[in-house]
């Protein structure tokens, strides 16, 4: 039966009027109204604004209800009636916008957590660390990467450890780890309506915002900068409808989108200056999984280290004087989204998160870190580049304190593997390796190395 015949048969017994009566007044045949009031013929839109005068109600609901009976009944199969309306209504809302937004869905482009640009970026070395790692500490059990950064070398345990624990001080970094892998309820489908909804956003009637004040013309081109802000606006309108992991993939799928548009050498401690082309677009979902055995902290890693036990430990703290939270101030701004005044011309927030590692103190940072971590093996990432000729690329710890610190934990074999590391600046790193350190850990030889450190525990 036809709703709008149902609801003109209530309205009339609602109004106390006879059929009889509705036939005289309106001037269609008896009947007719019967076949109507019975569901077995729809009204003509003639006959619902004459039944709507004499029922005294508003036609354009009738309509409504007439043309949305019509479509229903134009749908061959039942079974698949909702999503067809729904696709329907989102052609009618994107318009011209549409066959991108279904292009999106049908190839479904999800970005991997390896291609961000990040300063120290393991992801070409994973394989022969844990190549390393397995060889030599025989364990599956719980890994820490308690300085994560990209994340690259979790995620390459994750399915070879029966429990991954990834911390980092960064809020941005907190956040992308949350969103790829962070255990949580969530919805791909309402997900990828959100970010529909963002890709068809028509960018030019858009007001002017924090992000674009700020940045458009100068770490984004200007139009990009306004969608930025107007994105991550409406992601925190949105915060009290969205689950913490729904919420943590939209701001990582927003920093992963941009990070190829950035007008930088991949970090943002300067802008390239230049006038920057307008380029298309597209907002895309991470590949994010909802993992039971991740633990994600955002801690100092030193404070960590005092709570935590774990099996391996993966070490690959920063080395020289370049801060990381100065380095993605950006990304942390866009995170935290509190709106801080700026300085200078890199636009950075007043200093915070600042690491000690990146200081003169770094080997006293690094000694206490290892002093206090309970791990049966330590697995150490450390460069050469301490022969660096720039200063700010100059490790504040040296290879011989690495090794003299480890060697108080046990006995340390030494790995090395040729490395082109990621270089923005002008620095030639000659004959560059990484070298992996791999300490079996003697718990009465640390005890004994340590006692003084230990006591202030």
């Known amino acids: 039966m036809y709703e709008v015949c149902q609801i003109l048969k209530e309205i009339r017994e609602h109004r106390g009027i006879s059929l009889q009566s509705v036939h005289a007044s309106s001037g269609i045949h008896l009947a007719q109204l019967s076949r109507i009031e019975n569901g077995k013929r729809l009204p003509t839109l003639e006959q619902i604004q004459i039944l709507a005068k004499i029922y005294e109600c508003d036609e354009r609901h009738l309509i409504i209800q007439r043309e949305s009976d019509r479509i229903i009944e134009s749908i061959p199969y039942p079974d698949i009636t909702k999503e067809t309306l729904k696709v329907a209504e989102e052609k009618f809302a994107y318009g011209s916008h549409y066959l991108t937004v279904f292009s999106d869905r049908l190839i479904e482009q999800k970005i991997g957590l390896e291609s961000r640009r990040y300063i120290g970026n393991k992801a070409s070395l994973t394989d022969w660390i844990?190549?390393?790692?397995?060889?030599?500490?025989?364990?599956?059990?719980?890994?820490?990467?308690?300085?994560?950064?990209?994340?690259?070398?979790?995620?390459?345990?994750?399915?070879?450890?029966?429990?991954?624990?990834?911390?980092?001080?960064?809020?941005?970094?907190?956040?992308?780890?949350?969103?790829?892998?962070?255990?949580?309820?969530?919805?791909?489908?309402?997900?990828?309506?959100?970010?529909?909804?963002?890709?068809?956003?028509?960018?030019?009637?858009?007001?002017?915002?924090?992000?674009?004040?700020?940045?458009?013309?100068?770490?984004?081109?200007?139009?990009?900068?306004?969608?930025?802000?107007?994105?991550?606006?409406d992601i925190e309108d949105m915060r009290p409808t969205l689950t913490n992991k729904e919420y943590a993939i939209l701001l990582a799928s927003l920093i992963y989108?941009?990070?190829?548009?950035?007008?930088?050498?991949?970090?943002?401690?300067?802008?390239?200056?230049?006038?920057?082309?307008e380029r298309a677009f597209r907002l895309k979902m991470i590949d994010a999984q909802s993992l039971s055995n991740v633990k994600i902290f955002r801690e100092d890693s030193n404070s960590l280290a005092r709570n935590i036990s774990c099996d391996v430990a993966y070490i690959d703290p920063p080395y020289n004087s370049r801060q990381y939270c100065r380095f993605y101030h950006l990304y942390e701004n866009l995170v935290k989204w509190e709106k801080p005044a700026l300085y200078g011309v890199a636009l950075k927030?007043?200093?915070?998160?600042?690491?000690?590692?990146?200081?003169?103190?770094?080997?006293?940072?690094?000694?206490?870190?290892?002093?206090?971590?309970?791990?049966?093996?330590?697995?150490?990432?450390?460069?050469?580049?301490?022969?660096s000729k720039s200063k700010s690329s100059a490790n504040k710890i040296k290879l011989e304190q690495i090794l003299d610190i480890l060697n108080k934990c046990g006995d340390t074999q030494v790995f090395e593997h040729s490395y082109n590391a990621f270089n923005t600046g002008k620095t030639e790193f000659a004959d560059h390796k990484e070298l992996l350190f791999v300490t079996k850990v003697d718990n009465e030889r640390k005890s004994k190395a340590f006692a003084s450190i230990l006591c202030r525990r």
Not at 269 to 277: H, Q, R, T, V
Not at 367 to 375: G, H, K, Q, R, S
Request: aromatic share 14%; proline share 4%.
């Open 130 to 233: 844990m190549e390393i790692i397995q060889s030599h500490t025989s364990c599956s059990g719980t890994l820490c990467d308690i300085f994560a950064g990209s994340g690259s070398v979790a995620k390459k345990a994750i399915p070879l450890f029966d429990n991954v624990i990834i911390n980092d001080f960064l809020f941005s970094n907190n956040i992308i780890y949350q969103g790829f892998f962070g255990e949580g309820e969530w919805s791909i489908e309402k997900i990828s309506d959100i970010i529909a909804a963002y890709n068809a956003v028509e960018v030019e009637f858009l007001p002017e915002n924090y992000f674009s004040i700020n940045f458009g013309g100068k770490f984004f081109e200007y139009k990009l900068a306004k969608l930025i802000g107007h994105i991550r606006e």
């Open 257 to 277: 989108s941009i990070d190829k548009h950035a007008n930088t050498v991949g970090h943002f401690d300067a802008y390239i200056k230049k006038e920057i082309p």
């Open 349 to 387: 927030p007043a200093p915070e998160n600042m690491s000690g590692y990146c200081t003169s103190k770094a080997p006293l940072y690094f000694e206490d870190l290892i002093a206090n971590l309970t791990a049966k093996y330590l697995v150490v990432s450390y460069n050469n580049t301490y022969q």
